[in-house]
């Protein structure tokens, strides 16, 4: 195929951004994980989708094979120790080294900080922060080990700023923005680079039963917030270039960010 002739999204690319890539996505069963999913395929690179969504991750994964890709599922909760281990033994088992992680899985608790439980907080940031914990420390050593790589870690516009509702969700956001700027400082020698993508209000699950669980609660994000901070909701292909240029060579000094997809609503305060 010549340098420069343009593709069709049947095919995959061998000159693609991330041709030669191997990538470990959580959380790319649905939302901006699967947006990711499909984005990084149709750039060449090959795929593993850890996620606790059998059904969509296998669809999806042979869609991708119907394209062309190289693409494989591990049904798994990355909130739990043993999963994770045993589905980073299974990812080398399948594609052997892989120089790129999109750590993407993660939920949301809409509630008052005085009705949040013990529990609802065990949960979020096991879901959450744990997660980033257990796949990124496993992904930091295989990687150094490997000759480096990318990391992308998906916060949020709540990783520096504070929301009604949203405290515990607003911790665990920030906990995984730190997570990957420590990275950054901690293995640039072992050629890993790490940045956070941090989206607004994306159109996936998680988004639409965000907006819906504030409006009940009487934020009005629908009736012209939402339009007042980032202009109209955003769409999670739109997220997923985003990561794809992390992912990629492209952004080849660019490490320790965070990377705002939110049409300039962070900016604006
Ligand atoms: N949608 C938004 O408006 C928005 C904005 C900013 C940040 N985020 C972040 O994006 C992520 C959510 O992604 P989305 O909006 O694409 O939502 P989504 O709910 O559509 O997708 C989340 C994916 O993560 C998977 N997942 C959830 N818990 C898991 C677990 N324990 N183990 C493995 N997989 C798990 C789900 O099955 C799903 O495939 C979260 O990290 C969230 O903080 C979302």
Not at 180 to 209: M, W
Request: glycine content about 10%; hydrophobic content about 40%.
């Amino acid at each position: 195929m010549a340098n420069n002739s343009i593709q069709s999204s049947n095919e995959i690319s061998s000159i693609g951004r991330l041709a030669g890539k191997t990538a470990v996505i959580t959380g790319g069963a649905a939302g901006m994980g699967r947006a990711a999913s499909l984005a990084f395929c149709k750039e060449g690179a090959t795929i593993v989708i850890l996620d606790i969504q059998k059904k969509a991750g296998e669809a999806l994964v042979e869609e991708l094979r119907a394209k062309g890709s190289e693409a494989h599922f591990i049904e798994t909760d990355v909130s739990d120790e043993g999963q994770v281990e045993a589905a980073f033994d299974q990812v080398a088992k399948l594609v052997g080294s892989y120089n790129v992680l999109f750590n993407h899985a993660g939920t949301i608790i809409v509630k008052p900080l005085h009705e949040t439980s013990v529990e609802d907080y065990d949960r979020l940031m096991a879901i959450n922060v744990r997660s980033a914990f257990l796949v990124c420390r496993r992904a930091v050593k295989e990687m150094s080990d490997n000759g480096g790589g990318s990391i992308v870690i998906t916060g949020s516009i709540a990783s520096e700023l504070g929301y009604p509702l949203e405290s515990v969700y607003c911790m665990t956001k920030g906990a995984v923005l730190q997570l990957a700027r420590s990275i950054s400082a901690e293995y640039r020698d072992q050629g890993i680079r790490c940045n956070a993508v941090c989206p607004g209000f994306v159109k996936t699950d998680h988004g639409l039963r965000e907006i819906s669980e504030l409006d009940s609660a009487g934020q009005e994000w629908e009736e012209g917030a939402l339009d007042q901070a980032q202009g109209r909701i955003c769409n999670p292909e739109e997220v997923a270039a985003a990561v794809v240029f992390l992912a990629s060579d492209e952004s080849s000094f660019i490490s320790g960010n965070a990377l705002y997809v939110d049409n300039g609503w962070y900016a604006k305060g």
